[in-house]
Nanobody, 124 residues
Framework: QVQLVESGGGLVQAGGSVRLSCAAS????????MGWFRQAPGKEREFVAA????????YYADSAKGRFTLSRDNAKNTVYLQMNSLKPEDTALYYC?????????????????WGQGTQVTVSS
């Protein structure tokens, strides 16, 4: 079993920054691609970014490119999502997930473990 716990969300003004963390316990994440998704009220969960097992490759949704940076520290079993230049449309519940497939997975169904989510609210 893997437990994922997201943290770092909160209320931030437009143009501001926040760093989300996803810490794992139970099993190491070092062999897996990890991804971040978000879900706004009334909308489906959507892909934000993914990082491969070593951290050597990352992939971003168009909405995240140039503003978000994904990294990982396998020694700490933690994945980070640095979000800069935040916009009100970034407001959502942000989830991290462990991919069960090969690189790169952007579909929700390809992820087998999820955290409970952390809320990011961007005010205008």
């Amino acid at each position: 079993q893997v437990q994922l716990v997201e943290s770092g969300g909160g209320l931030v003004q437009a143009g501001g920054s926040v760093r989300l963390s996803c810490a794992a316990s139970g099993r190491t994440l070092s062999s897996y691609t990890m991804g971040w998704f978000r879900q706004a009220p009334g909308k489906e969960r959507e892909f934000v970014a993914a990082i491969n097992w070593s951290g050597g490759s990352t992939y971003y949704a168009d909405s995240a490119k140039g503003r978000f940076t994904l990294s990982r520290d396998n020694a700490k079993n933690t994945v980070y999502l640095q979000m800069n230049s935040l916009k009100p449309e970034d407001t959502a519940l942000y989830y991290c997930g462990r991919s069960q497939g090969s690189w790169v997975n952007i579909d929700v169904g390809e992820y087998d473990y999820w955290g409970q989510g952390t809320q990011v609210t961007v005010s205008s």
